[in-house]
């Protein structure tokens, strides 16, 4: 096979074919994929889906099937939460 270089659309950076966990978001749900086929770069860390691959997400997501495990995750926001210990006055 030959080796396509394919540069980050981003920055530039050289894109490592790399194995990921990639989290979609549908509506309400959180739906994480394991073993994802993907280009990384090696600059500035963007993520990049074949289109066949985020085809093959969507088509997933769709069918629904059972999953290999569910997996809660807790999410936060910044906007909820407040700073602890900053200006919170002397004693
Ligand atoms: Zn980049």
Request: aromatic share 6%; with cysteine.
């Amino acid at each position: 096979m030959k080796q396509q270089a394919i540069k980050c659309a981003e920055c530039g950076g050289t894109l490592e074919e790399r194995t990921i966990n990639h989290t979609q978001q549908w509506g309400e749900e959180l739906y994480r994929f394991e073993d994802v086929p993907a280009l990384v770069c090696a600059q500035c860390g963007h993520v990049w889906l074949a289109a066949e691959v985020s085809q093959r997400i969507d088509q997933i997501i769709r069918e629904h099937p059972k999953p290999k495990a569910y997996q809660k995750v807790p999410v936060f926001s910044l906007l909820r939460t407040k700073a602890k210990g900053a200006g919170a006055g002397t004693t």
